[in-house]
């Protein structure tokens, strides 16, 4: 058997690798499962991307690859789109980098910059990508936990100096998964003044950018003064368009910062279908009329998930952006046995908070992507769970 290399054996087993095989052999077992882990919701996409998608799929070129440039079309809608959105103007050839899911790109950028002896800044809990980008370019992470008395923010005021001197690069998304957390702009600032200080890219994680309620409205790093010299932000189409599959989305920094994340990329894929660049051409065509609506049928669900979690005996916050609602755990209940509990006895699907890291411990992240009346059938199942449980764990 071949010998596996150091930095793979780094790798701990990904979360939801394996739920789906998880699901198939309850549903088997005749199990009504619902399933609120993933960020992945049962709602359709633009009806626009789909006829964009089945026109562009008959057009022979479309099939060939598309290489790092892709469709030029798709660069000019993510440049208008950046513009209408948050006023800030980027050049389509130079200034974005089109990804198959903004997850590859997350996981690529560190392969540019973070080396063995150099560290990036992982949150805890965090999306996962953060730490495997990490791991796999050989580097050390440190792993800074979100705290609730910090509002789930990145105190970089705590983060020992000699970590900053080493640090090539911090993860940072707000809003933020699992947690839900949005990060004020004069928090921003202070990011971005002490990566600008330290010479530390800052990725800056935006997949929920247009996930957010009550009147909030996310800002984009490029906001901030300065943080176009130090500063990589990455977008998805994945959860504004119900678009998760079709792996599309991009980046967009300077471009001494896009052409080294281009070139990992002509080294590990080709390009994106350009069908499926194309449709998401047509989904940013369609944002005024697609997102608010899909928006407003997220609150929904959000608001009937606080409102079932909390009657069930949970303790949350109630979320202003996201898909997630971050449930507190009574003390000493392990968010795995809870999450496993709650599967193997009442088949519904969360995350346990030790999934995102150690520091996700002692909550469990719910993902309100079905409908209503689903939802609160899964909040019943999960307070008698956590009622045995409380019982047993003293
Ligand atoms: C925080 C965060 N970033 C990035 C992604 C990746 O999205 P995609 O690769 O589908 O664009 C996800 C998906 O769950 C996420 O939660």
Redesign the pocket.
């Known amino acids: 058997m071949p010998q596996l290399a150091g930095r793979f054996q780094t790798l701990p087993e990904y979360p939801l690798a394996t739920i789906p095989q998880r699901k198939r052999a309850l549903v088997e077992r005749g199990v009504d499962v619902i399933d609120l882990g993933?960020?992945d919701a049962d709602l359709g996409p633009p009806a626009a991307a789909l006829d964009a998608l089945s026109t562009a799929a008959r057009v022979p070129a479309m099939s060939r690859y598309g290489f790092g440039l892709g469709l030029v079309a798709f660069r000019e809608a993510v440049a208008a789109w950046m513009g209408k959105r948050f006023g800030l103007r980027f050049d389509p050839l130079t200034e974005i980098v089109p990804?198959i899911?903004?997850?590859?790109g997350?996981a690529h950028v560190a392969f540019a910059y973070l080396e063995p002896g150099r560290v990036a800044i992982v949150p805890e809990p965090g999306?996962n990508?953060y730490q495997g980008g990490a791991l796999l370019a050989s580097a050390e992470p440190y792993r800074y936990t979100l705290r609730p008395r910090r509002n789930f923010l990145v105190d970089v005021d705590e983060i020992p100096f000699d970590v900053w001197d080493r640090a090539r690069v911090l993860y940072l998304?707000y809003p933020?998964?699992p947690t839900a957390a949005v990060a004020p702009l004069d928090y921003l600032q202070r990011v971005v003044a002490r990566c600008r200080e330290h010479d530390v890219l800052l990725v800056y994680?935006n997949?929920?950018s247009e996930f957010a309620y009550d009147g909030y409205v996310p800002p984009s790093i490029f906001e901030i003064d300065g943080a176009r010299e130090v500063a990589i932000e990455?977008h998805?189409?994945?959860?504004t368009y119900n678009m998760?599959g079709w792996?599309?989305?991009w980046a967009v920094a300077k471009p001494e910062i896009c052409s080294v994340l281009a070139k990992v990329k002509s080294f590990t894929d080709t390009g994106q279908f350009m069908a499926v660049q194309a449709a998401a051409v047509a989904a940013l065509g369609v944002y005024d009329e697609f997102v608010p609506r899909n928006v407003a049928e997220f609150k929904r669900r959000r608001d009937v998930a606080v409102e079932a979690f909390r009657t069930a005996g949970f303790r949350c916050d109630v979320p202003r952006a996201t898909m997630y609602v971050w449930l507190a755990l009574p003390q000493d209940v392990p968010s795995a046995m809870f999450a496993e509990r709650l599967l193997e006895d009442e088949g519904v699907v969360v995350m346990p908070g030790s999934a995102f890291g150690t520091g996700g411990e002692g909550f469990i992240r719910v993902s309100f992507v079905t409908s209503p009346e689903r939802i609160a059938q899964a909040a019943q199942r999960a307070g008698r769970v956590l009622t045995s449980m409380a019982v047993e764990v003293p």
């Open positions: 993933a960020g990804l899911g903004s997850k590859e997350i999306y990508a998304n933020n998964n994680d997949a929920y990455f998805s189409l994945s959860k998760t792996r599309c989305g």
